[in-house]
């Protein structure tokens, strides 16, 4: 059973910006979604975990994305946000919304796809 969904998805150019969302059913816990975080991955390419967050707000991002991209949160609303911006091609990926106690994630969306052309 899906218990996260994304929304946001789609083409952009290179050096633009886009903002994913990610909003959590209302049988999934808060107790269950200390962190919430986002995982990508590339065809032909191991999954990656791009972004983290705590329901207290500390953030870990991969290198390849820090600077760039900004990981978000609302507690009461039960979402979590990815602002993306100087995107590559290489950030070309299917981009999953996870939540959990832990940064491994219980929960997951079903991924919303983001093209970045050259």
């Known amino acids: 059973q899906v218990q996260l969904v994304e929304f946001g998805g789609g083409l952009v150019q290179a050096g633009g910006s886009l903002r994913l969302s990610c909003a959590a059913s209302v049988y999934v816990s808060s107790s269950s979604m200390r962190y919430m975080g986002w995982y990508r991955q590339a065809p032909g390419k191991q999954r990656e975990l791009v972004a983290t967050i705590t329901s207290g707000g500390s953030t870990d991002y991969a290198d390849s994305v820090k600077d760039r991209f900004t990981i978000s949160r609302d507690n009461a609303k039960k979402m979590a946000y990815l602002q993306m911006n100087s995107l590559k091609p290489e950030d070309t990926a299917v981009y999953y919304c996870?939540?959990?106690?832990?940064?491994?994630?219980?929960?997951w969306g079903r991924g919303t796809q983001v093209t970045v052309s050259s």
């Open positions: 996870t939540a959990g106690a832990s940064s491994a994630g219980n929960y």
